[in-house]
T-cell receptor
Framework: NAGVTQTPKFQVLKTGQSMTLQCAQD?????MSWYRQDPGMGLRLIHY???????DQGEVPNGYNVSRSTTEDFPLRLLSAAPSQTSVYFC??????????FGPGTRLTVT | GENVGLHLPTLSVQEGDNSIINCAYS??????FIWYKQESGKGPQFIID?????DKRQGQRVTVLLNKTVKHLSLQIAATQPGDSAVYFC?????????FGQGTRLTINP
């Protein structure tokens, strides 16, 4: 299994641009989540999904959209990038157990 | 809702010594408390979890202690090795959400 994969690894955007961060998992996990990690801070939940077709907001959802059309994929869309969205983004998945599997992250810079 | 914090942002220990990383939480009705390890440039990695009806759980070289009376969680690493250098996060698994503390950076001195 590849586990949780994320693309791209690095991205630079200009303010106002939009983009989609890709996340995929091949473990048939029901639960998937997106987190952002800022320097010196823990991970903060952006959006999560408990299954295909079901998504909900986390702690910091503003400026981001998600969809879950398949079990495997959970893309995160930035609608109009802002410098405050400069961060490292992690996607994670889990089954009904507590262990979350994290992807390698996408480092995003917005100028 | 759940809230998680850590006592120290950094911890430095001698190689071979035991490490103790502490964490406090508030207002949690969660069933699970979980420790993650994050090495530089990587995503967090699950270490060990403990259910709220337990006060101690042991893994390989790691022990987690839970004191619900004072809402305190700790991770003990025995015989700390260079490969243990990382940031350690305590977290609370809610019904759907995982809430993280801010992390403790563990540095190993040779």
């Amino acid at each position: 299994n590849a586990g949780v994969t994320q693309t791209p690894k690095f991205q630079v955007l200009k303010t106002g641009q939009s983009m989609t961060l890709q996340c995929a998992q091949d473990m048939n996990h029901e639960y998937m989540s997106w987190y952002r990690q800022d320097p010196g801070m823990g991970l903060r939940l952006i959006h999560y999904s408990v299954g295909a077709g079901i998504t909900d907001q986390g702690e910091v959802p503003n400026g981001y959209n998600v969809s879950r059309s398949t079990t495997e994929d959970f893309p995160l869309r930035l609608l109009s990038a802002a410098p405050s969205q400069t961060s490292v983004y992690f996607c994670a998945s889990r089954s009904r157990g507590v262990e979350q599997y994290f992807g390698p992250g996408t480092r995003l810079t917005v100028t | 809702g759940e809230n998680v914090g850590l006592h120290l942002p950094t911890l430095s220990v001698q190689e071979g010594d035991n490490s103790i990383i502490n964490c406090a939480y508030s207002n949690s009705a969660s069933d699970y408390f979980i420790w993650y390890k994050q090495e530089s440039g990587k995503g967090p990695q699950f270490i060990i979890d403990i259910r709220s009806n337990m006060d101690k759980r042991q893994g390989q070289r790691v022990t987690v202690l839970l004191n619900k009376t004072v809402k305190h969680l700790s991770l003990q690493i025995a015989a700390t090795q260079p490969g243990d250098s990382a940031v350690y996060f305590c977290s609370i698994q809610g019904a759907q959400k995982l809430v993280f503390g801010q992390g403790t950076r563990l540095t190993i001195n040779p």
